[in-house]
């Protein structure tokens, strides 16, 4: 008789982890000895769980990479104990630390889930609850003898996503979060159903973490209206590598000389430009309009449908990687974890 699913949860702090405090009525950290009070179904399960509470735990808006590198630590030091990891986590910054975790953990074989909720788990209405219970039992199920999910994923009201797929979409509602340019990896219903032929495969390789991450890099979101001030501010600042050029549509911009001209003297200077849409779904087809193209030109690198939150950790990674420029804009445009949809 095999072995049970051992899994490891991981808690950081965020809504879920919350119960109400009798005495004063604000909200405090769950004891996690006390788990069973809150969700009792877990001990009917197949699989074992451990648990494991960072000190302290973190409010999700105050996440740092020296967080990320403490958190990919954790699941190296626990990788070989456990068959599958489900972290709890604050949602506010979930797309930014699952894209994250997805270009740290290279060779990763086996589920890390990560999933929270708009209400605390001390609350009767709470998501929490649905949202733990599915987001264990994906991390523990087989497909095929193996792990069904071995990548970084979000599990969030009824539906699984690719990690670093997944933007964080509504404030108030359940169903927060949104991935407008991949396939759903799992819905739960009756049953948990897994589409199998858009989940990345095992590789059976050892696992390999990566700590280094730069932070050298800025996000310029464009506007109408935008000035030279504005454009020359953060491609002014100092020790700066890369900027994320948030664009318009499929990837246009304004074409007025000014700022052509400073697009042009940055990437002159070895500034990396990496060009993401505004848009939730759909992505940047550089050739597409005259505007566009421009870019190109210049020598732009094209983020194809990559999400923001993806954009940031995938040059973070690399640049903490390679400290080659060239290195880093002959990737960019590669998907290596999943997290774009080249052309």
């Not at 911009?253 to 700022?259: K, Q, V």
Request: with cysteine.
């Amino acid at each position: 008789m095999k072995d049970p699913v051992r899994l490891l949860v991981i808690y950081t702090g965020g809504t879920i982890g919350m119960v109400v405090d009798p005495a004063s009525g604000a909200l405090k950290p769950l004891d996690f000895d006390q788990l069973s009070h809150y969700i009792p179904i877990p001990d009917a399960f197949s699989f074992s769980m451990e648990y494991l509470s960072l000190n302290p735990i973190i409010d999700s808006s105050d996440m740092k990479p020296s967080f990320w590198v403490r958190l990919a630590e954790i699941l190296e030091d626990h990788y070989n104990a456990f068959d599958g990891f489900v972290i709890l986590h604050g949602s506010d910054t979930m797309a930014y630390t699952a894209s994250m975790l997805s270009f740290m953990l290279e060779n990763l074989n086996k589920p890390v889930v990560l999933t929270g909720s708009q209400l605390p788990l001390g609350v009767l209405r709470t998501d929490g609850r649905e949202n733990f219970i599915t987001a264990l039992e994906i991390a523990a199920s087989r497909h095929q003898g193996n792990a069904a999910v071995p990548e970084v994923c979000i599990y969030f009201e009824s539906k699984l996503y690719r990690g670093n797929r997944t933007t964080k979409l509504h404030s108030g509602d359940f169903d927060a979060f949104f991935s407008g340019n991949y396939p759903c990896l799992a819905e739960a219903g009756v049953r948990l159903k897994f589409n199998h032929s858009h989940i990345r495969r095992p590789n059976f390789k050892p696992l390999k973490v990566y700590r280094e991450l730069s932070t050298d890099l800025a996000i310029l979101k464009l506007y109408p209206g935008i000035t030279p001030q504005a454009v020359e501010s953060v491609l002014g600042i100092r020790g700066l590598r890369a900027v994320i050029l948030e664009t318009f549509g499929t990837g246009n911009a304004p074409t007025d000389p000014w700022f052509l001209d400073l697009l042009k003297e940055a990437a002159l200077r070895g500034i990396i430009l990496y060009n993401v849409t505004q848009c939730k779904a759909g992505g940047v087809e550089a050739g597409r309009y005259l505007t566009g193209k421009t870019l190109v030109d210049i020598g732009v690198v094209s983020g194809y449908d990559i999400t923001t939150e993806s954009a940031l950790a995938k040059l973070m990674y690399l640049m903490g990687r390679y400290p080659e420029q060239e290195r880093v804009k002959e990737i960019l445009p590669v998907s290596i974890r999943g997290e774009i949809t080249p052309e």
